[in-house]
């Protein structure tokens, strides 16, 4: 038996959204990769214990185990251990004996049933009558730093993004085509140096669309359930190769999402989105409002496929490694696969202006995205929107199936008939109770006739919201149809 010490940061995303300034959570995102990760810690460990070969890196986790018992003493000296380099975080640990981490983790609900865990509080948390961070304004100040308008006082945790911040930049990622990674949020308001003739992608709705950015949250539907069939498997290194398989198809669907917009843009200077944190299925970015439905819907679709894939192509390496030992195993390969299949996304999208705080979209984003999972069941992904710049409601009707997303944004939005007035109108009949359908007929719209008799007015009223950030490439003419 192994007794598995599993560490693990706490609101991570929270925590990364903080701070207004880009620098920093992009710092955040980067120390939370690199000081988690099995390469930074190896030499750092406390006598007796040892780093899990059974799971993969994966960015806030640390994973760990001793073929003894391991005293309280010891968990506690690996949770400072892991603590001491990301002080603005929360952490938490428990402790298990078992055959595999996979074991470990389905006899304990990934810690939750556990009866020995450890919880440790932020090492910066703001003490009164103290200077306050510049950086987040939620820990004591503590150093003097040099800013780009001038000095400032950072607490320790953003003297850890800052550090990691110019690590970060110092890491080359060359682009063929030049494309720079954005360093601040105002990047994103200027990605494109279009000439007179070009038409770069537009909002359907918004003139200054430009000074908009989307914050958009991702989590996987139904994960348990693949993994509960993953531990049926009884194969540590197919369970470790398959969370890798998760976390891979993750970051290559995030990926996917940013090449598909700079596939539309025209002269791009800077990439449209800022991946702040991908973690097994979980994503969190922000995205320029023009190309944020382009980006969030081939998240999804990208997502469906590439982790399908990954999981099939593992099943010959997995079959000729295991038939040998045990036949049936095969078989139970067939239910992974199932699983796998059934996999989707819920994504919760919220638009703000670049000046508006992070962390207030943050957590509307995260309604949004709960609607999303609701709405899909666990069995199809679907994306749920929000808009700062007119509510700062989670509305629940606000809600469309990725699939008809995809189509509509090939094939145009289904009010793509209807120009901005012609919309504007169309949302005063129904603010003033009046009847839409013989509005549209009256004013000569039989193809929006027709379509208001076919939709109730959540649908049309949600339809009409998310015309505002729809992209649309041509000039659009009122009352064509
Ligand atoms: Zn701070």
Known sequence: ???????????????????????LTKGASHALTTRTSCNYLRDKL???????????????????ESDDGVADDTVRAAITMVAKDLPGLEWSAWVYEAASYVEAYQYTGGG????????????????????????????????????????????????????????????????EDGVAEPEMFE????????????????????????????LILADGNRMGD??????????????????????????????????????????????????????GDDVMASVAGR?????????????????????????????????????????????????????????GMVFTHVKAPFAGARELAEEMEKIAKKKGKGEKSYIAWADTTVDHKALERNVIDTELAFEELRGGHVLRGLGP???????????AGRDAVAWATRTGRPETAKYLEGHCEDQVYADLDRARWWPVVEEIKEGQE
Request: charge should be neutral.
């Open 1 to 23: 038996m192994t007794t598995y010490v599993v560490i693990g940061a706490k609101r991570i995303q929270q925590w990364i959204a903080r701070t207004p300034r880009l620098a």
């Open 46 to 64: 406390p006598n007796g214990l040892r780093l899990s070969g059974e799971v993969p890196d994966i960015a806030g986790v640390v994973v760990l």
């Open 112 to 175: 939750q049933r556990c009866a020995r865990v450890y919880h440790v509080v932020p090492a910066t948390r703001r003490l009164p009558m103290l200077a306050e961070c510049e950086g987040c304004h939620e820990e004591s100040a503590e150093r003097a730093v040099n800013l780009p308008d001038g000095k400032g006082s950072y607490g320790a945790d953003c003297v850890v993004r800052r550090e990691a911040f110019k690590e970060w930049k110092d890491t080359p990622k060359p682009r």
């Open 187 to 214: 990047h994103l308001t200027k990605l494109e140096e279009p000439g007179d003739d070009d038409h770069p992608v537009r909002a359907m709705g918004r003139r200054d669309a430009d000074n908009h950015l989307a």
């Open 226 to 279: 693949f993994f509960k069939e993953v531990a049926q498997l009884k194969d540590p290194q197919a369970h470790k190769a398959l969370s890798k398989a998760l976390d891979d198809a993750t970051r290559e669907a995030a990926r996917r999402a940013r090449e598909a917009v700079i596939a539309t843009m025209v002269n791009p200077r800077y990439c449209p989105d800022v991946l702040h944190y991908v973690g």
């Open 291 to 347: 190309f944020a439905w382009t980006w969030a819907v081939t998240l999804a679709e990208a997502f469906e496929i590439e982790f399908q894939s990954r999981v099939e192509a593992f099943e010959t390496e997995f079959q000729s490694r295991v038939n040998d030992v045990c036949a049936d195993r095969g078989s139970k390969f067939e239910e992974v696969k199932k699983a796998a299949k059934s996999a989707s996304l819920g994504v």
């Open 421 to 431: 007035s012609a919309r504007s109108a169309l949302k005063q009949e129904l603010d």
